[in-house]
């Protein structure tokens, strides 16, 4: 296949694989690839797609064949992902070409909508009726004692909890709403990176203890320059990338935060033992609400609004949010955010804003110059 070729089915939007007369994978464009893990040289990842080569190859089919077909990702609580499929001869030689449309993300808010209605029943609706009753429970007990202190205690714990993943939800379906209506983030509270990371990850301890995790603040490399933003959008982002760092890692395991200074960036860094979630998932759990997958161990899968408000919020404040699955299972989510620099426009600054602006530029400007002479001299 010559490189014009190639780079013409890579623009293709829709998924193509061309098949060799083995049943195995010769080409896979990058369409496909974000949607599967095709591996060239092995069979069709996709039992019902690779029975259908299969049939294909034994003469039983006749070509052109179009049909269509589910793909459950693997964790996935959401409707399916329903695709349609194409085999076709190839123009050349007797091989396959298979091609694949997502129809689902091709009708993205019928599926929204429909995941909406499914998944709050299932996030919401039970959990406030669940938590309505054990409140009750718990005034009456509290009122007329019928348990010990220590029972009590565990009890109001266990009804802590479950009111915080409530109210994260309810927050985050609040969030979507306000940005999705326009609602501008002009925030201009100077962040004091050091303090503001150990107490956003403090209001995870419980949830964190309850998993009988550990969440790990790494001590920063140098001294980290100050942001400008919204303490109240950028802790709601940090605090779904920590909340979904606890969700989808396993009991016992650590979690690390840690921050660094890059430029006229700075660097969050959040590291988790992760369940291992296949890309065009893992992408998806980013990009659109409604549409995440679900922890192993995870009963209440969550409204999936949290990463994708998490990166909208990052990203309205001049930043980019990315997740990393790496080889070994750890999962990394990043965010980067603009450093010494005010996110409102220059008409909306007085004079002691600029001033404060000034003096962390030039603290970090002072920082890089030591850095650069200790550098030097050794």
């Known amino acids: 296949m010559t490189p014009s070729i190639i780079d013409l089915f890579n623009r293709l939007t829709d998924g193509l694989a061309v ?3 083995d ?40 070509l052109p064949h179009r049909f269509e077909t589910d793909f459950v990702f693997d964790h996935h609580v959401a409707t399916p992902d329903r695709l349609e499929v194409h085999l076709v001869r190839s123009p050349a030689g007797n091989d396959l070409v298979v091609v694949v449309r997502n129809l689902t993300e091709s009708s993205l808010y019928e599926t929204t909508i429909a995941n909406l209605s499914a ?112 303490t109240y959008w950028l802790g709601m982002a940090l605090d ?27 660097r969050i860094t959040l590291r988790n033992q992760g369940y291992g979630l296949q890309p065009a998932l893992l992408r998806r759990r980013l990009a659109n609400p409604l549409m995440r997958g679900k922890a192993a161990s995870d009963e209440r899968p969550g409204l999936g609004l949290g990463l994708p ?34 996110p409102l ?3 909306d600054m007085n004079v002691a804003q600029a001033q404060r602006y000034a003096n962390d530029l030039v603290r970090l400007l002072s920082d890089r110059n030591t850095a650069a002479a200790e550098r030097a001299s050794s």
């Open 19 to 21: 098949i060799a007369t």
């Open 119 to 230: 998944l709050i029943d299932n996030a919401l609706a039970a959990p406030l009726v669940q938590f309505s009753e054990q409140l009750s429970d718990l005034v009456a007990d509290t009122s007329e004692p019928t348990l010990g202190p220590i029972a009590l205690l565990a009890r109001r714990e266990r009804l802590v909890l479950q009111g915080l993943d409530i109210t994260r939800q309810l927050k985050a379906l609040a969030g979507i709403a306000q940005l999705s209506a326009g609602r501008p983030i002009l925030g201009e509270d100077r962040i004091i990176l050091e303090s503001w990371l150990d107490e956003t990850l403090s209001r995870h301890d419980a949830k964190a203890k309850s998993r009988s995790q550990r969440l790990l603040l790494q001590s920063a490399t140098g001294l980290l320059p100050t942001v400008y933003g919204s």
């Open 345 to 347: 426009p220059s008409q």
């Open 309 to 342: 408000l998490a990166r909208k919020v990052v990203e309205l404040h001049g930043g980019r949010l990315v997740l990393e699955q790496e080889l070994d299972g750890f999962v990394t989510c990043i965010i980067e955010l603009p450093a010494g620099t005010s």
């Open 23 to 62: 049943g195995a994978v010769r080409f896979a464009n990058e369409g496909i690839r974000k949607l599967m893990p095709i591996v060239l040289g092995e069979t069709f990842p996709h039992a019902s797609i690779a029975a259908s080569i299969d049939q294909a190859y034994a003469g039983h089919l006749n």
């Open 240 to 266: 779904a990338c920590i909340d979904n760092a606890i969700c989808h890692s396993g009991h016992g395991t650590d979690i690390a935060l840690s921050a660094c200074g890059i430029g006229n960036y700075v």
